[in-house]
Structure formats: C-alpha cells, structure tokens
C-alpha cells in the first residue's frame, strides 16, 4: 500500500486548509485511515481517525475545528479555526486487516504552518 499526502500550506491564525491522502496498490481491507502529525520538539500525535464503519476519534485540542471523512480510499482531514498549535508535520496512515495481521502503512507527510 503506497500513500500519497497533498493539502499543506502556510495559513494565518483562523485559517482552514484541507489534506488529502489516497491509498494505491492492495488497499482490499484498509480499515482505519487518520492523520498523525509531530511538531517540533514533540512526539508524534494522533489528530484523527476513522473507521471503516464510518466511527471517528479526535484529539481533544482539534474537536470541533477538524472533520475527518474517508471516501473510497482517499482520507480527507478538513481544518478550520487554525492555530499557531497546530503548526506540524502531518502524516496520513492506514491499517490494513487480514486476519489477526495489522500492517500500517504512512504517507510522506506534508508540512502545516499556521502563522499568528
């Protein structure tokens, strides 16, 4: 499974910008897709993810700024109400089910800077 990010960007304070990130090669039975990202400094992090059921889960600090919703094998993260905090690097992710075997797999990351 390859996976491939697009969305970041330099946004002001307040801004929003949306990431996108598809899945290619043997993705029959990807069940979960999110965003990770890691600031500077800090350990990476679980921004959102979702379920092939359709469940979410969000880190608190983004809850009722960022939406994650999943189409086929594209997993899109929209960001409104950014904040200088969210300035990160964000990787795209997906587990793939067969059996008892999970195998995760990440996207290249894409740089979001959020200026004050």
């Known amino acids: 499974v390859q996976l491939q990010a697009s969305g970041g960007g330099l946004v002001h304070s307040g801004g929003s910008l949306r990431l996108s990130c598809t899945a290619s090669?043997?993705?029959?039975?990807?069940?979960?897709m999110g965003w990770y990202r890691q600031a500077p400094g800090k350990q990476r992090e679980l921004v959102a993810r979702i379920i092939s059921s359709g469940s979410t889960d969000y880190e608190d600090s983004v809850k009722g700024r960022f939406r994650i919703s999943r189409d086929r094998d594209t997993v899109n993260l929209q960001m409104d109400s950014l904040k200088p905090e969210d300035t990160a690097v964000y990787y795209c992710?997906?587990?793939?089910?067969?059996?008892?075997?999970?195998?995760?797999?990440w996207g290249q990351g894409t740089l979001v800077t959020v200026s004050s």
């Open positions: 090669g043997s993705t029959f039975s990807i069940n979960v």
């Open positions: 992710y997906a587990d793939r089910s067969r059996g008892w075997r999970v195998d995760t797999f």
